[in-house]
């Protein structure tokens, strides 16, 4: 019947299906399923679910209780961004810049152009300019933004090799929240704090007498501090860009185990991320927060990550910036 041969010519042509992150257009089989295939421009899972593209996010749509508190009270140190600004001045961020533009890759449309599109989508997503990116040789998997005046984010191989398309994007989109949220200057300040921790770091860096003063100030204390709980309001900002609060608990289960996610049970992980959070000791954590930063560590206990991001997703307030226009 000449019915029947159109459904069976149906199924089989192939047909186009626009990428929900990157706008690509994208051949797929008659019989395509969401997530059977990967765009070929940013390489994440086509679907035709939607993907929202926030018009005018603010970062106080979704900044955490805890870094606003802990900012607020690192704004209140007399002199703080003076002193900051001209330690960044002597220790050169003009140099950081040399630094990663002379040992890492930089991302451009021709280098690196999944990693380019998917920049891309967290910028668009969230309304913030475009930032350099730049990929660095590392084991450690781990990603930062530097920067007070011209930001640059660095994307350390260790990362990229761990990680999966979406879950990439939700680093990629928390190193962009960084720049949304303004969080550049401090977090520029606290890892070079963090560098200067290491003695024989601070003899070579020629703003070791300023980063001494800031030390002497408080200030330092006050940084870290903050620098820990910035991490909370950004891991929210990459979940606004992935919009599925697993993929960051998955990011989260191979920052702690470090291993392929098939040795582990997801599930099992969650649960200790909940439990985590019933029992959780924010002063107790500060005074870990001090050794783990000795012991060259730089992002903070993805456990507890895990059960802060699982937190905001329950108590409705995620749907709620979801829904705005
Ligand atoms: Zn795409
Ligand atoms: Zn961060």
């Known amino acids: 019947m000449p019915k029947k041969r159109d459904e069976e010519a149906s199924l089989t042509k192939p047909h186009s299906i626009r990428c929900r992150f990157c706008g690509q257009k994208n051949a797929v089989k008659a019989d395509f399923k ?12 086509l679907s035709d679910e ?12 979704y900044v955490h209780p805890l870094d606003s508190k802990a900012l607020a009270a690192l704004r209140a140190i007399p002199g703080i961004d003076s002193a900051l600004r001209k330690l960044l001045s002597v220790t050169g961020e003009a140099a950081l810049r040399v630094i990663f533009t002379a040992s890492s890759v930089k991302v451009t449309t021709k280098q690196f152009p999944d990693l380019h599109a998917k920049l891309q989508i967290a910028c668009t997503t969230l309304g913030v300019d475009m930032p350099e990116m730049f990929v660095q040789q590392s084991p450690l998997v781990n990603a930062f933004t530097y920067g007070s005046e011209k930001h640059i984010i660095v994307l350390f191989s260790g990362l990229l090799e761990k990680l999966n398309d979406e879950e990439t994007l939700a680093v990629i989109s928390h190193e962009v929240g960084h720049i949304h949220a303004e969080h550049a200057l401090y977090l520029t300040a606290a890892r070079l704090i963090e560098a200067l921790a290491n003695a024989s ?26 620098a820990r709980r910035a991490e909370l309001s950004c891991d929210r900002a990459g979940l ?9 608990g998955r990011v989260m289960m191979k920052l702690a185990g470090g291993t392929s996610a098939s040795k582990m049970d997801y599930d099992q992980f969650l649960e200790q991320g909940r439990e985590f959070k019933k029992t959780c000791d924010e002063k107790a954590l500060d005074k870990f927060w001090a050794t783990w930063i000795n012991a060259g560590q730089s992002h903070p206990f993805p456990i507890w990550r895990v059960g802060e991001i699982l937190d905001w997703v329950e108590s409705g307030e995620y749907q709620k910036v979801m829904n705005k226009d």
């Open 34 to 45: 969401n997530g059977d295939a990967a765009c070929g421009k940013c390489r994440l899972p």
């Open 50 to 61: 939607p993907h929202k593209k926030f018009a005018d996010l603010t970062k106080h749509d």
């Open 201 to 226: 770091a601070a003899a070579l860096i020629p703003g070791s007498e300023i980063a001494k003063f800031i030390i002497s100030a408080g200030i330092n204390s006050a940084l870290l501090a903050w």
């Open 240 to 248: 606004l860009v992935v919009q599925d609060p697993h993929v960051i």
